[in-house]
């Protein structure tokens, strides 16, 4: 688990929001959300890998933030 979720979990009141880690998080029942913002870019169809428990793109952190649109809407998506 990341330790900023499992030390502020009894102390913060709020939403807890994570973005990594996922099967720990949700295995172990925190936090509140979790963010996809990286496998929802690199993977435009991610529900359905994740529904099929298929192989997931990974993410090209050298190309986020660019100009143009590389890296948002050049990844491939799951083959039929």
Not at 31 to 41: A, E, N, Q, R, Y
């Amino acid at each position: 688990m990341n330790p900023v979720i499992t030390q502020f979990s009894p102390i913060y009141q709020g939403t807890i929001i994570a973005n990594s880690g996922y099967d720990q998080i949700l295995g172990e029942g925190n936090p509140d959300l979790v963010s996809f913002g990286k496998l929802f870019i690199s993977n435009p169809d991610l529900p359905k890998p994740l529904q099929l428990n298929a192989q997931l793109n990974s993410p090209d952190q050298k190309i986020f933030y660019t100009p143009d649109a590389t890296g948002y809407t050049d990844y491939p998506f799951l083959e039929s």
